[in-house]
């Protein structure tokens, strides 16, 4: 009898400022090998090439791989073809998914790489079987994705479910965007660090004016240790993500409220905060039996995510 062909294989690959990271995954979730390389920032030839020479070694040893599915931080088209922008990469107009399928000779699909997280998440972790979930991953700034009866908002331009630019007080603090009070400019790292540093430079005496640059896990920490800058901008992150949360809740009506990114991992008391404050709210329609979850997949979920729904 003949032998049954090997599974095939798909190649998933997260493209970040500070990581690029290739995992070789079967259709049920297996991650079958794993590669990193370093970043490089820049013209996106010189960061797709190792990329390319990574995969075709790869093709080399597995001869079933049949597709290529890349997560890139930024605005990526409906189509899963064209980076429109993408500030942490220094991209504007790059069609990527035409320049991989020329150096790999493989089909590729791009996703935003936050949409890769929540599709990993939903395929393979935490919102494992829901049709309605909502991730949200706060780091330096605050990201997030939507799958509504099952499907992933992309929107007419793929750049639905900006969850961090949606504005909690319009007279709140400037955010990158341009416009006042999004929800990224209380709760991205970035957002918590500006925000001390203002307070410090219009003379607020804190014990991390002493410091030679401020971070967030130096926020964190001084706000532990009673600091009352910190404590205050650490407050004021919590608080915002409830009313964040809340909105999203009552917006989408989710099974699941996956939260994740660095932020969360270096202090989890952040996802306890929220849950206490979503428990407080009145249990008005989507409100109602929602499972506020951490995300499970940690730095794998986007690469994970575009290998298993690339073709799909
Ligand atoms: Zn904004």
Redesign the pocket.
């Known amino acids: 009898m003949p032998k049954p062909p090997p599974p095939p294989l798909t190649i998933g690959v997260d493209i970040g400022g500070t990581h690029v990271r290739l995992l070789l995954v079967a259709d049920d979730g297996q991650v079958v090998n794993r590669a990193h390389l370093p970043a490089i920032a820049g013209d996106p030839t010189e960061v797709v090439r190792p990329v390319s020479v990574q995969v075709n070694r790869w093709r080399g040893a597995y001869p079933h791989i049949f597709r290529l599915g890349v997560a890139c931080a930024g605005w990526v088209d409906a189509d899963g073809r064209r980076v429109h922008q993408s500030p942490n990469l220094g991209w504007h107009d790059v069609r990527l998914a035409d320049l991989l399928e020329t150096l790999c000779r493989l089909p590729v699909r791009v996703e935003n790489d936050v949409n890769a997280a929540l599709l990993g998440e939903h395929a393979a972790g935490a919102a494992l079987g829901q049709r309605n979930c909502v991730a949200v991953f706060l780091g330096t700034g605050v990201g997030g994705g939507v799958i509504t009866d099952g499907h992933l908002m992309r929107g007419a331009k793929g750049a639905a479910a900006e969850v961090?630019?949606h504005?909690l007080d319009p007279n709140g603090p400037l955010?990158?965007?341009?416009?006042h009070g999004?929800w990224?400019?209380y709760s991205g790292g970035a957002g918590m660090v500006n925000r001390a540093r203002e307070a410090i430079a219009a003379g607020e005496k804190s014990s991390l004016a002493s410091l030679p640059a401020v971070t967030t896990a130096e926020i964190m920490a001084a706000a532990t240790a009673g600091d009352a800058l910190a404590k205050r901008i650490w407050g004021e992150a919590c608080r915002r993500s409830i009313q964040g949360m809340v909105n999203l809740a009552v917006l989408f009506d989710p099974e699941v409220m996956v939260v994740g990114g660095g932020v969360v991992a270096a202090n989890p008391t952040l996802l306890a905060c929220i849950k206490d404050g979503m428990d407080q709210e009145p249990p008005f329609a989507g409100l109602t039996d929602v499972h506020l979850v951490p995300a499970a997949l940690g730095d794998d979920a986007a690469a994970l995510g575009v290998a298993l729904t690339t073709g799909v």
């Open positions: 961090g630019h504005v955010c990158t965007c341009g416009r999004c990224e400019a």
